[in-house]
């Protein structure tokens, strides 16, 4: 059974400083994985993607896959408090959907 | 832009009684999805269909049946409703590259 795993947390981060949440997956068939960002009571919003080994940036936003190591991570510069939400983390082998992390809550103290 | 649009918003049901929640998308998607969510457990896949005509089953399908009615729509039955069923139901959908787009989910509770 493909099994992606997060720290639920919260990390709390402080304004301004770098937040880093980290995602392990089980399958090394994976493809293609994912940054997802859910705020309470919503539904989750694409944030970043990433197929190819090393570092994605996107704004304030950078991807970082490791294959060899079955590790993604996701960075957030200048954290502002409306970063504040939890973070999912998901991974797709195929044509069928995604496999998600529990998530991480992330707080960005003012 | 309507991008993927589920209804109900909220539904609640007794124990035993039947619904369908819809889900249309206007992106031209092949695949779409439907998710659960329900605190500590994430999102987890009920049914998921590549493109029109064809539906899967996902890890938790159990109780559940969907129709790919055409490549717009996918709905998802619940014939007997349980308690163990009340959750957060998410449709998505899927562009051959990139990830999924989230409808607003439907909320529903089973008594």
């Known amino acids: 059974q493909k099994e992606v795993e997060q720290n639920s947390g919260p990390l709390s981060v402080p304004e301004g400083a770098i937040a880093s949440l980290n995602c392990t997956y089980s399958d090394r068939g994976s493809q293609s994985f994912f940054w997802y960002r859910q705020y309470s009571g919503k539904s989750p919003e694409l944030i970043m993607f990433?197929?190819?080994?090393g570092d994605k940036e996107d704004g304030r936003f950078t991807a970082q896959l490791n294959k060899a190591s079955q590790y993604v991570s996701l960075l957030i510069r200048d954290s502002q408090p409306s970063d504040s939400a939890t973070y999912l983390c998901?991974?797709?082998?195929?044509?069928?959907?995604?496999?998600f992390g529990k998530g991480t809550h992330l707080i960005i103290q003012p | 832009n309507a991008g993927v649009t589920q209804t109900p918003k909220f539904q609640v049901l007794k124990t035993g009684q039947s619904m369908t929640l819809q889900c249309a998308q206007d992106m031209n998607h092949n695949s779409m999805y439907w998710y659960r969510q329900d605190p500590g457990m994430g999102l987890r896949l009920i049914y998921y269909s590549a493109s029109e005509g064809t539906t899967d089953k996902g890890e938790v399908p159990n109780g559940y049946n969907v129709s790919r009615l055409n490549k717009r729509e996918f709905s998802l039955r619940l014939e007997s409703a349980a308690p163990s069923q009340t959750s957060v139901y998410f449709c998505?959908?899927?562009?051959?590259?990139?990830?999924?787009?989230f409808g607003d989910g439907t909320r529903l509770s089973i008594l």
């Open positions: 998901a991974v797709q082998g195929g044509a069928d959907g995604l496999t």
């Open positions: 998505a959908s899927t562009p051959r590259q990139g990830g999924q787009h």
């Open positions: 990433i197929y190819s080994n």
